[in-house]
């Protein structure tokens, strides 16, 4: 079950979101990260994401300066995940090199 969270930066008042996903293994975890990696932010400013993974956990961080700007990028974000998550079950456990 991934994790969630949102809130307000009061500094400079942009949004942030971090999303935790647990996988199987750290092995699915960074396959997940280079499959989800390439896609850039189509625009140049007003939102960021950053991904990393820590142990079998991919962590997933954005900042924007608009809400609509935030949820787009995040839900365009999720369904690349879902096919990503459903490749790998597709495909059965990740063979370690």
């Known amino acids: 079950m991934a994790a ?41 400013g007003g939102i960021s994401k950053h991904l990393e993974v820590t142990g079998s956990t991919l962590s997933v961080k954005w900042s924007a300066d608009e809400a609509r700007i935030l949820r787009v990028s995040v839900n365009s974000f999720m369904d690349h995940l879902s096919l990503v998550m459903e490749t790998m079950e597709m495909f059965g456990p990740a063979v370690p090199l």
Do not use: M, Q, W, Y
């Open 4 to 44: 969630s969270e949102g809130e307000t930066n009061h500094s400079d008042g942009r949004l942030e979101f971090s999303l935790d996903v647990p996988f199987p293994s750290s092995r699915e975890a960074v396959i997940a990260l280079n499959s989800l990696s390439p896609d850039r932010e189509p625009r140049k």
